[in-house]
């Protein structure tokens, strides 16, 4: 079947994509979504049932539609979970969330498009259609589309060794994919626990950890040893910021930023004010500032840009001042079986080599970036022509609509939400961001219809 949408993937930016072409597409429209997720639009962040697990945005920004931004505080009030705006709600209602707003969508069967969820992954594409896409489903089903959504976002990122060589027994105490929880039964209360990464995931294992009761020791290895910072429990008004007066040039850039924090009392009040601005001033930024932002300035960007809730951060730090938690910075070179698993690492601005030794080596190292080389659909659909990687290898190359260059006029129109788009905004992995995205891509899809 030749549909008039099809969204592939199953994220977030999938759903958001999903909930936006239902309201705008007429009812004689259809769209199709593909994906082999069974939590399709919760992800592995919506999806967990850990209480601690908090959202980093405050709830008063987590509405799916940007033109009722209080949708989501009103859902938690409806069902009892009463937060403030500046509250930061768990993941898990976020999720349901997520599930109740699109089932409400879907409920409403009069005067809606047509939906279809497919239960399969794509894993190939022909161009045998006119005006149409189609691809190639691993059931071995085949479906088509007049415009399409490319909404694969990024998985886990691999741990920075290799494996193989190490005993079953040594790799069943190695954890790739900490989300799947079940690996803190196995844990003894007093093990010692060597994290690798030192971001958002690495603090929401840790407090996982502490809720089941482990009383061990959890060191904690990344490059840099920098760990994200807390929001205010008091916030500051955001910072007035005029972007078109930011130099481009990333040490002037700095310098600037520098001073308004100093100027503001704190440094979150401009954060907060570059906030919404921040695709603005990467679409300002030439190729080669932007190269030195992500070689040099990444690090502290992520640590000061995605921050934790006050009362998870201090829970966190209450651990790291007991001696219970401790933070390296340090290049991992070899990990051997010693009785204990050893990690070898060279500590930052040092020569001389040092070990950890642990009975459990934990990948929290993060997500991987989106790009063709993740996806063997995207790197056929690169072979054909359809797609290209951007300059920067972060995504597709996209314009300012989210539309891949050349797929125009009667044939498919090819687009992009999500992760994949980030070498054009760069700040949109963030449910803000991405819901503006979705709804702009949806009204393109529906002019196309009328």
């Known amino acids: 079947m030749i549909y008039d949408a099809v969204v592939v993937g199953s994220g977030f930016s999938a759903i958001s994509t999903v909930c936006n072409l239902v309201e705008l597409l007429p009812e004689t429209a259809s769209i199709a979504i593909v994906g082999d997720d069974p939590g399709f639009g919760r992800g592995t962040a919506y999806r967990t049932e850990f209480y601690l697990h908090r959202l980093n945005v405050p709830a008063g920004r987590m509405s799916l539609f940007p033109d009722r931004p209080n949708a989501f505080v009103e859902w938690l009030r409806e069902r009892k979970r009463p937060l403030d705006a500046g509250d930061f709600a768990s993941r898990q209602d976020y999720g349901l969330y997520i599930r109740d707003s699109l089932a409400a969508l879907l409920r409403n069967r009069k005067g809606r498009c047509r939906v279809d969820f497919i239960k399969a992954k794509a894993t ?9 896409l189609g691809f190639l489903l691993d059931n071995g089903n085949e479906i088509a589309g007049r415009s399409i959504v490319l909404c694969l976002g990024v998985g886990n990122a691999q741990l920075p060794f290799d ?41 929401d294992q840790v407090l996982a950890l502490s809720a089941h009761g482990f009383m061990g020791k959890i060191v904690v290895l990344s490059r840099r040893g920098l760990v994200p910072l807390d ?23 700095l310098h600037v930023l520098r001073r308004k924090s100093k100027d503001a009392g704190d440094w979150r009040s401009v954060m907060d004010g570059l906030r919404p601005k921040t695709q603005a001033l990467w679409s ?73 030794e642990a009975d459990w080596i934990v990948n929290c190292t993060g997500m991987e970036r989106a790009g063709i080389a993740h996806s063997p659909l995207l790197q056929e659909m690169q072979r054909k022509g359809l797609i ?13 609509r989210s539309r891949v260059p050349g797929s125009s006029g009667n044939d498919a129109v090819i687009y992009a939400v999500g992760a994949l788009t980030a070498g054009q905004f760069w700040e949109i992995t963030a449910v803000p961001d991405i819901r503006v995205q979705a709804r702009n891509v949806a009204q393109a899809i529906a002019g196309r219809l009328r």
Not at 172 to 189: C, F, T, Y
Request: a positive charge; charged letters at 25%.
């Open 388 to 400: 290209n990687a951007d300059p920067l290898r972060l995504g597709l190359t996209v314009d300012a």
């Open 231 to 253: 929001h205010a429990s008091h916030a500051k008004p955001a910072a007035e910021i005029d972007v078109g007066a930011l130099p481009t040039r990333m040490s002037e850039l």
């Open 124 to 132: 190939g594409c022909v161009e045998r259609y006119a005006s149409a």
């Open 284 to 356: 300002r930024l030439p190729e080669l500032e932007r190269r030195r932002f992500l070689r040099h300035a990444l690090p502290w960007w992520n640590v000061h840009r995605h921050r934790v809730a006050p009362d998870v951060f201090r829970r966190f730090e209450t651990m790291m001042q007991s001696g219970q938690v401790s933070v390296r910075a340090g290049y991992l070179q070899n990990v051997e079986e010693a009785g204990a698993l050893a990690l070898h690492y060279r500590p930052r601005g040092g020569s001389l080599a040092a070990w950890i």
């Open 163 to 203: 494996v193989s060589r190490l005993s079953a027994g040594a790799r069943s105490h190695i954890i790739e994919n900490p989300w799947r929880l079940s690996w803190l039964r196995r844990v003894g209360k007093i093990d010692t626990i060597c994290i690798l990464g030192s971001g958002l995931t690495m603090i």
